[in-house]
């Protein structure tokens, strides 16, 4: 499974920072590649970006579905709608000792079916600067707003 974890300091105010992350609406327009989104319900969305897969670029349509939202903490589960790519992710709050704040953003994705021999490789590669690519761009948008 293809893993990736991105930490980044952020000095903004504990609430700003909270409400961000637990709005999907307003950090799913950051994925690098972003296309479209769908907001289904409260829990579940359609995300869809087109992914630079090296060698490969694609429109990536998946369905995020939140498993569990509380302030300093966002949990989804990710199912592929347009390939065979399943996976789950997070974004979480912590204080640091001088009272800045951290964002992680961690994401794990997986290719199955007849294509996962060339795909997690790929994704192998590709998680990694996704997640540290969102979360930068993350930081950047809630400390400018």
Do not use: C
Not at 106 to 116: C, D, E, I, W
Request: glycine share 6%; charged share 25%; net charge negative.
């Amino acid at each position: 499974m293809a893993t990736g974890q991105y930490r980044k300091d952020i000095e903004v105010e504990k609430e700003k920072l909270e409400s961000f992350i637990l709005n999907k609406e307003r950090w799913a327009v950051l994925i690098p590649g972003y296309l479209h989104h769908e907001l289904l319900n409260e829990n579940d969305m359609i995300w869809v970006f087109q992914g630079d897969f090296g060698v490969i670029q694609k429109a990536v349509k998946v369905k995020l579905t939140q498993t569990k939202s509380e302030v300093h903490q966002v949990l989804f589960d990710l199912e592929g709608l347009s390939d065979p790519i399943n996976g789950d992710g997070s974004f979480e709050i912590k204080q640091n000792p001088d009272g800045s704040f951290l964002l992680i953003g961690s994401l794990s994705m997986k290719a199955s079916g007849f294509l996962a021999a060339i795909m997690n490789p790929i994704l192998d590669n590709f998680v990694p600067r996704l997640v540290e690519q969102l979360v930068e761009e993350m930081a950047f948008t809630v400390a400018k707003e």
